[in-house]
């Protein structure tokens, strides 16, 4: 609009009311983050008719916790601790949704923001309904640096019917860039998951913008290629793509224009819509809105002068390469691994040293600390860092604290960290990680159906029949365990399998469908049923709906792990006389021979041990059956809530089973805790069964059924395995460590154990050289 017809507009508003709006808001700049806030500081806050914006920022923090910033007159900026209380804190809360404050921090404890300092000295009552309504020196006159920037700790329960959270993640500003795709131009490409090549896309309004290449580098490839799963980077043929341009050009008239060149070419009709003009990414920012951008201006006259649509190739991980038709593999990290995760590319984080697994301390972990993680391990950048042992709590030594990676390290290992020292500590401030992984459109071939909530119901899967009709099916029952409901609650995306169905008759069946796969077995880590073993024709004895696999899935799971020190410390021979047996018989805790001893004369040779089972998950460990169904035994007086719990065994050097023992849970209970953490569990009475989060329960070595009989065995060198859990009955978000073995030295007389580890403790090197174990010479221990 001309300086004149504003002028006309502006005289005629002052007539009727009606122009004045509209000329003002045509010379507005519509980017008003950009705009100049007023230098000129108030006395005091006034209230404002726009509710003020409050956000938790920094690193390294919980979701309910960090740096408060404030947006105000179109910028973020932050408040100075000097004269901050916890009413302060409480208000702030308040106003993020939180029903209260449980502490505040200073000294810029979740790092130092950036831009103004809006609010200093700041005096709130705690009942105000925000912080604007609280004394202080006024909107932006502060006389503190950043390093005085003030946070809050939110009790982390929210206020009742709560909306509008205004929690906003800090490492993306918003009203710029928020979610980017890529949008293949070869035909082939388009049929193939996951996408790794094509134009890079900008969600813009109700659709889709592209980003003019001129001065595009390869660390805005980075990280476009990390927020879309990708490790690394490839480089891209751009004069095929201009080729294709060109030719499109020329044919302008077509609707379609249909290249070959290597493969078939689809490049439809449209017009270029560019929203971004220019980015600067410096290659470690973990979302493309991070990095340093210029939109394009409404009335500029060229918006991509001399360039064309921004074209990324990315590099898959090995998960993701089966698609992809690339012939050189990615290598990953072998020394860091995650573990407790319901899905893929997230866990707890453990890095292996000196053969030994750790973990890492969650101080100052941050999303650049945890992308170095996820792309070193074939994912992209990090969608989160998590704190607090959110993936549950590890059991080896505890290896990094204060991890300060850049963000362009190829492994963690090569960041700056600080020594540990037991005060500084502990797994329940385990890091843990979720990375973004590419899209493979997995949950599109599986839905549940019939049960209560979301989270449970008969599993159905897309089929293909020879004529490519695809339809929806059931999966037979039979065999189905909690193992392949992993897999599937996996794939669905809804966690963890917190239950395998074989029959789901009591869930509705008004539109059931037809059962099309049968016979499937699982190892439980695949990413979808698709990759586990099945029939290649339908074989189900019972073919009805009522017994067709069903699933209940949960967000979160326990996770159980014995204590292998305790076995080691705790290990001893008794000859047990057999008057003394008569229950454990009836348990059946003892060898096949003892069937054919002379009752009740001789005695049994009893290999002795205490078990203290800890559940380090994110949930209680409860039997599956209910009390109505626990079992009476009369012998010993107690219920049995579970036949099976633990399985100990004595193999020898070729794995062959030659002695066992099996433990049923007569009293699963919780024993003690960790500090700060009640008992749930007591079976006294009657009473309800389990172990609770961050406790453990122990069978001491003096009890019946806790040895295995080694009546029959001979002096040698043997592996003893401790299975908890063996046949899965109860879900746990990790089953490699259920297992414990030791190493095993019978004279006759005497037994040690050595090198007493949990399954997955030790690298695969270590574990090879324990299978080799040759047997201690003496009972020294060097």
């Not at 009203?175 to 090549?197: D, F």
């Not at 391990?377 to 030594?397: D, N, V, W």
């Not at 190493?743 to 090198?755: E, L, P, S, T, V």
Request: include cysteine; charged fraction near 25%.
């Amino acid at each position: 609009m001309d300086k004149s017809r504003c002028k006309q507009q502006l005289a005629f508003s002052l007539l009727l009311g009606l122009w004045l709006p509209h000329c003002l808001t045509q010379t507005t700049p519509s980017n008003t983050a950009t705009s100049k806030p007023t230098t000129t500081p108030t006395p005091s806050p006034s209230p404002r008719p726009e509710r003020l914006k409050v956000r938790l920022s920094g690193y390294p923090r919980k979701h309910n916790e960090g740096r408060i910033e404030l947006f105000y007159k179109g910028e973020w900026g932050t408040i100075c601790d000097d004269d901050f209380t916890i009413a302060n804190a409480h208000v702030l809360c308040h106003h993020l949704g939180f029903v209260s404050a449980t502490g505040w921090t200073h000294s810029a404890k979740y790092g130092k923001g950036q831009g103004k300092i809006w609010l200093d000295n700041v005096q709130c009552h705690g009942g105000e309904k925000s912080i604007e309504f609280c004394k202080s020196r006024g909107w932006g006159n502060s006389d503190c640096t950043h390093d005085e920037d003030a946070g809050v700790v939110c009790k982390d329960e929210r206020i009742p019917g709560f909306v509008d959270s205004n929690v906003i993640d800090a490492q993306v500003d918003e009203n710029k860039v928020e979610e980017v795709r890529l949008r293949p131009v070869v035909g082939v490409a388009k049929k193939k998951l996951p996408i790794t090549e094509g134009v890079v896309e900008v969600k813009y309004k109700d659709g889709w913008a592209q980003i003019c290449d001129v001065g595009w580098t390869a660390k805005n490839t980075r990280v476009v290629c990390g927020m879309l799963g990708f490790p690394h980077e490839r480089k891209v043929n751009k004069n095929f793509y201009r080729r294709l341009k060109k030719r499109a050009a020329e044919k302008v008239s077509r609707p379609k224009v249909n290249v070959s060149a290597g493969g078939r070419l689809y490049l439809e009709r449209q017009k270029n819509n560019f929203h971004l003009h220019s980015v600067a990414c410096t290659g470690t920012e973990v979302h493309l809105a991070a990095c340093p951008l210029e939109f394009n201006k409404p009335n500029a006259t060229s918006s991509c002068a001399g360039g064309m649509p921004a074209v990324i190739s990315c590099m898959p991980g090995p998960l993701f390469m089966q698609n992809s038709g690339l012939k050189k593999k990615l290598k990953i990290s072998t020394n860091v691994r995650l573990k407790g995760g319901a899905k893929v590319g997230e866990g707890r984080v453990e890095v292996l040293k000196d053969n030994v697994w750790g973990t890492v301390c969650d101080d100052r972990w941050n999303l650049l600390s945890a992308s170095v993680v996820c792309r070193e391990l074939g994912f992209g950048s990090a969608k989160e860092a998590l704190t607090g042992a959110r993936m549950g709590q590890g059991m080896g030594p505890i290896y990094m604290n204060e991890v300060k990676c850049l963000g362009q390290e190829r492994s963690i290992w090569d960041c700056p960290v600080k020594n540990i020292t037991s005060e500084n500590c502990q797994h329940s401030e385990d890091a843990a990680v979720r990375c973004n992984v590419p899209y493979m459109g997995l949950e599109t071939s599986i839905r549940i159906t019939g049960g209560r909530t979301r989270y449970e119901g008969r599993v159905e899967v897309l089929t293909s029949d020879p004529n490519g009709t695809q339809s929806w099916g059931l999966i037979c029952g039979e065999n189905w365990s909690t193992k392949e409901a992993m897999v599937a609650c996996r794939q669905l995306g809804l966690g963890y399998a917190n239950q395998g169905l074989q029959e789901t008759w009591y869930w509705d069946s008004s539109n059931v469908t037809d059962m099309v796969m049968s016979g499937v077995k699982c190892m439980g880590n695949e990413m979808a049923l698709s990759q586990c073993q099945y029939h290649k024709t339908v074989s189900c004895q019972r073919a009805a709906a009522k017994f067709a696999a069903g699933v209940i899935c949960s967000e979160t799971a326990s996770d159980l792990v014995l204590n292998a020190s305790l076995v080691e410390q705790t290990v001893y021979i008794e000859d047990r006389p057999l008057h003394m047996l008569y229950c454990a018989a009836e348990e059946d805790c003892l060898s096949k021979s003892a069937a054919k001893a002379n009752w009740p004369y001789g005695h049994r040779r009893l290999l002795r041990f205490s078990s203290q089972i800890h559940n380090i998950g994110r949930a209680d460990f409860k039997p599956k059956a209910g009390r109505h169904s626990w079992v009476w035994h009369a012998c010993h007086g107690h219920y049995h809530s579970m036949d099976i719990f633990t399985h100990y065994d004595l193999l020898n050097a070729n794995g062959t089973k030659v002695a066992e023992g099996h433990k049923a849970s007569f009293c699963l209970e919780d024993t003690d805790c960790q500090e700060g953490i009640s008992k749930r569990y007591e079976c006294a009475n009657f009473g309800d069964q389990g172990i609770t989060v961050g406790c453990w329960d122990l069978y001491r070595h003096d009890i019946d059924c806790q040895w295995i009989d080694i009546t029959d065995i001979k002096p040698g060198n043997y592996i003893m395995q401790v299975v908890i859990n063996p046949n899965y009955e109860v879900a746990e978000s990790d089953f490699t460590n259920n297992a414990m073995k030791c190493n095993c030295k019978y004279d006759g007389h005497r037994i040690w154990f050595h090198n007493c580890h949990i399954g997955d403790a030790l690298s695969e090197e270590a574990e090879r050289r324990f299978e080799k174990y040759p047997g201690q010479l003496n009972n020294k221990i060097s």
